[in-house]
């Protein structure tokens, strides 16, 4: 036999003795099988994070200190005006981390000159006051705008009655 002949009688012989081992198997249809069902825990809650709480700064509230109105070229001190001094010198005796600046204002009649005068002397009147109060001297400054800065541009009785005062500047 030839080569040839050999080889193809042993590949036909394979074939013989493999073919029975394959012959027929068990067929599992997909309705015979039962679902498998694995209850799933939860996942766990999330890690809280340990925070540290900042204190919360609270911003001090803004001083605000009400303007004293003078009468027509005085500076003296109206009754109805001594309580709100009072409310602003227990303000600042509060605070004592604020300085204020005092100014005196007129109305626009006078001189310059003499406008500068009573405007001093209405902020004197308030800063002694303040001190009288218990304010220390040391916060306290005043300056006389005369009737340089009116808080009423007009020119009659109610401009000028606004105009005749002393205002409480907050220094920063």
Same mark, same amino acid.
Request: charged share 30%.
């Given at each position: 036999?030839?080569? @040839? %002949?050999? !080889?193809?009688?042993?590949?036909? !012989?394979? !074939?013989?003795?493999?073919? *029975? ?12 099988? $039962?679902?498998?069902? #694995? ?5 766990? *809650?999330? /890690?809280?994070?340990?925070? #540290? #709480?900042?204190?919360?700064? $609270? ?5 605000? /200190?009400?303007?004293i109105f003078f009468d027509y070229d005085k500076f %003296?001190?109206? &009754? ?7 409310? %602003?010198?227990?303000?600042? /005796?509060?605070?004592? $981390?604020?300085?204020? /600046? ?10 310059s000159e003499y406008n500068l005068a009573l405007g #001093? ?6 800063? &002694? ?11 306290? +400054?005043?300056? +006389?705008?005369? $009737?340089?800065?009116? @808080? &009423? ?7 000028w009655a606004s105009n005749r005062r002393a205002h ?5």
């Amino acid at each position: 036999m030839t080569r @040839f %002949n050999v !080889l193809f009688l042993v590949l036909v !012989l394979a !074939l013989v003795m493999i073919l *029975p081992a394959c012959a027929k198997k068990d067929v599992v249809e997909v309705q015979d099988i $039962e679902p498998v069902v #694995e209850e799933i825990a939860p996942p766990p *809650p999330p /890690l809280q994070e340990e925070v #540290e #709480e900042v204190p919360v700064i $609270e911003e001090p509230e803004p001083v605000v /200190l009400e303007d004293i109105f003078f009468d027509y070229d005085k500076f %003296n001190i109206r &009754d109805e005006y001594k309580g709100v001094l009072t409310a %602003n010198a227990e303000m600042l /005796l509060d605070r004592p $981390e604020v300085t204020l /600046l005092v100014e005196g204002h007129c109305d626009e009649r006078g001189t310059s000159e003499y406008n500068l005068a009573l405007g #001093e002397k209405r902020a004197k009147a308030i800063l &002694d006051f303040l001190v009288a109060y218990g304010v220390g001297a040391d916060r306290l +400054s005043l300056v +006389s705008y005369g $009737e340089e800065k009116p @808080f &009423d541009g007009g020119h009659d009785e109610q401009a000028w009655a606004s105009n005749r005062r002393a205002h409480m500047a907050v220094k920063q």
